[in-house]
C-alpha cells in the first residue's frame, strides 16, 4: 500500500495508559490526528483496575475505527499494592459511559510489546507518552535499558510542582509507582513533563462541553463528552470545573506553540513517608543536577480546548 504526505510525517508513538475518563479522550485525540501514528497502546492496572482498564482501551480504540494492537501490562506496581482512583472514574473507570466491545486484546504483555516495538526501531525515533502509572515503561527498560536509545522523547503525564492529588505532596501516577517513574526518569532520554500545575489550566465546564457537543453526532466525540460530563468538578480547584489531565500531553504533541516550558531537573521521592511519590521539579538550577526535563508551565486552554474540538470531530 502507498503511504500518503501524512504517514511520512506520522511520528511513532507508544501510549501507556490506565483509562480513564481523562486517558479515553487523549487516546482519541491521539488517535484522531494524522501526526501520530499510534503504533501500541499499552495499560496498566491505575485508576481502576487492569481488567477494567484493559477493557475500556480496548473499546475506546474499537469506536475510534482504527486498528491498534492492545496490550495488557502491570496489574500494580513495582512495590506496594493498587490502589484504584474511583471517586474521579467511578467503578469502571468510564464514568458509567458505556462503549461497545472493542477488539481482542494482542497476545502477550506490555513490556515485551514496549522492547519489541522499539527493538525494531530506528534510534530515536519513538515517542513514549506515559499517561497513567510508569510500571510498564519500568518493566520494558529495566529488562533491555539499551533499547532506550530508540526513544525519542517520553511526555509523561505525572507529578505536580505544588501540591498533589492524590496525597498531599504527590499526584496520583507519580504516587501509585514512584519507583517505576525513577527508573524512567533515570534512562538518559528526553522527558516532556505535564503536571498537575498544567493541567489546572485545561478545565472542563458545561460550557466547554456544550461546545464541543455542537460539533457533530459522532460515536466518539459523543461519549467523550458523556465522560468528561461524568467526571466531578475539583474541589482543589475551586469547584471551577475539572482538569483534563492526559490530553494535555498528546496536545503537546500536536501543538506545542500551545505550551510554554523551561528546562527543570527532576526527582520523584521513593521513600516510604509522607512524601512517596513527590516530584521535586528544579527550575532554578538549587539541585545541583543538570536539566533533563521540559516542564510544561503555561498553556493556551482555549487554544486546547479548540484543537480538541477540531480533531474530535473526524472519528466516527
Ligand atoms: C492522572 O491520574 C489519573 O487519575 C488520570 O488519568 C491522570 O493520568 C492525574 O493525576
Ligand atoms: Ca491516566
Not at 519489541?116 to 515517542?127: C, N
Amino acid at each position: 500500500m502507498s503511504a500518503t504526505p501524512s504517514d511520512h510525517a506520522a511520528r511513532t508513538v507508544i501510549i501507556d495508559c490506565d483509562p480513564g475518563t481523562d486517558d479515553a479522550v487523549a487516546l482519541w485525540l491521539a488517535l484522531a490526528s494524522p501526526e501520530l501514528n499510534v503504533a501500541l497502546v499499552t495499560v496498566a492496572g491505575g485508576n481502576v483496575g487492569l481488567s477494567r482498564t484493559l477493557a475500556n482501551a480496548r473499546a475506546i480504540v474499537g469506536l475510534s475505527g482504527r486498528e491498534v494492537p492492545v496490550v495488557a501490562g502491570a496489574d500494580r506496581p513495582l512495590l506496594g499494592a493498587f490502589q484504584a482512583e474511583e471517586r474521579v472514574h467511578g467503578t469502571d473507570g468510564l464514568g458509567g459511559v458505556r462503549l461497545p466491545e472493542g477488539p481482542a486484546p494482542q497476545p502477550g504483555i506490555a513490556a515485551d510489546a514496549i522492547r519489541d516495538l522499539l527493538r525494531d526501531a530506528p534510534p530515536e525515533s519513538v515517542t513514549v507518552v506515559g499517561i497513567g502509572p510508569a510500571t510498564n515503561l519500568a518493566l520494558a527498560l529495566a529488562t533491555e535499558p539499551a533499547l532506550a536509545n530508540r526513544v525519542a522523547e517520553f511526555v509523561l503525564m505525572t507529578g505536580a510542582l505544588s501540591e498533589g492529588n492524590w496525597t498531599v505532596a504527590a499526584e496520583f501516577n507519580a504516587a501509585m509507582d514512584p519507583e517505576a517513574l525513577a527508573l524512567v526518569l533515570a534512562s538518559g532520554r528526553p522527558v516532556s513533563l505535564v503536571t498537575l500545575d498544567l493541567t489546572a489550566q485545561a478545565l472542563v465546564t458545561a460550557e466547554r462541553i456544550a461546545t464541543l457537543r455542537g460539533l457533530c453526532d459522532g460515536e466518539c466525540l459523543r461519549a467523550c463528552c458523556d465522560i468528561m460530563a461524568s467526571v466531578p468538578t475539583s474541589r482543589r480547584l475551586g469547584h471551577r470545573g475539572h482538569p483534563l489531565h492526559d490530553p494535555c500531553a498528546i496536545a503537546w504533541l500536536l501543538a506545542p506553540e500551545l505550551f510554554t516550558v523551561q528546562e527543570v531537573a527532576v526527582q520523584v521521592e521513593c521513600g516510604s513517608g509522607i512524601g512517596r511519590g513527590r516530584t521535586h521539579i528544579d527550575r532554578w538550577g538549587r539541585s545541583g543536577l543538570p536539566p533533563q526535563a521540559k516542564f510544561l508551565d503555561r498553556l493556551d486552554a482555549d487554544g486546547f480546548f479548540r484543537l480538541l474540538g477540531e480533531r474530535l470531530p473526524r472519528l466516527p
